[in-house]
């Protein structure tokens, strides 16, 4: 069996915008993606660690656990062997209380890629690839989160062409969410269920034609 391991925030989490409940496993993108694999005769297991709130590299004032850097090479030793980990955050990193930019969010996914290449693994496993996944830009906040996210619309500018360029730099495999998906309609910052579908299966295709689960 092959193992992905999607390390992610609520986006993935499949939080449904407007609420604190969550998608199904076959509604989240993460899920779509292991149905359609299998479906495909794929002998696949997708593993979710997806945090709300998680940041790429900086602290929560409010709540402790969403750096992370905290624990991820302990995350890959885990769930080992992996074929394959995705890294899909930045979100947060443009709340309100951080004064961060696109280049903030590209240093952060550079600390957690060398962070996974730096993890002991077991003696004869292989390191894992790695895909970097930018998520859609922000939209207009709205609702609960508006105060939390207030300005985050501005700061994401320019993070898909930061994470292109560092996985160029890398060697990573590179998506960019906003090229099949936008953020919730309904929150300005999740995906809708819609959006999980059309990403989930996006990805799928993507995966299967860079033959990166191997």
């Not at 499949?14 to 998608?23: A, D, E, H, K, Q």
């Not at 309100?96 to 004869?124: S, V, Y």
């Not at 990805?203 to 990166?212: A, Q």
Request: hydrophobic share 40%; aromatic share 8%; proline share 5%.
């Amino acid at each position: 069996m092959k193992n992905i391991l999607i390390y992610s925030d609520s986006i993935s989490w499949g939080i449904i915008p407007m609420t604190r409940n969550r998608f199904s496993f076959n509604q989240r993108w993460p899920g779509i993606l292991e149905l359609n694999l299998r479906s495909a005769g794929g002998n696949v297991r997708v593993i979710e660690d997806c945090l709300n709130g998680r940041r790429t590299i900086y602290e929560d004032s409010v709540r402790p656990g969403r750096n992370a850097l905290i624990g991820l090479s302990q995350r890959i030793e885990v769930n080992s062997p992996l074929s394959l980990v995705i890294l899909m955050l930045g979100t947060n990193d443009f709340q309100a209380n951080h004064e961060h930019t696109a280049i903030d969010a590209k240093n952060g996914i550079r600390a957690l890629i060398n962070e996974i290449r730096n993890t002991n693994l077991e003696p004869g496993m292989e390191m894992p690839a790695i895909m970097v996944v930018a998520p859609p830009p922000i939209l207009e906040p709205k609702g609960d989160i508006a105060t939390k996210f207030k300005g985050a619309e501005k700061k994401c500018v320019g993070l898909s062409n930061a994470y292109q360029d560092l996985c160029e730099e890398l060697q990573c495999y590179f998506f960019d969410a906003a090229s099949v998906a936008t953020s919730s309609k309904v929150d300005g910052v999740h995906f809708d269920i819609d959006q999980h579908m059309a990403f989930g299966n996006a990805i799928t295709e993507f995966i299967s034609k860079t033959n990166c689960v191997k």
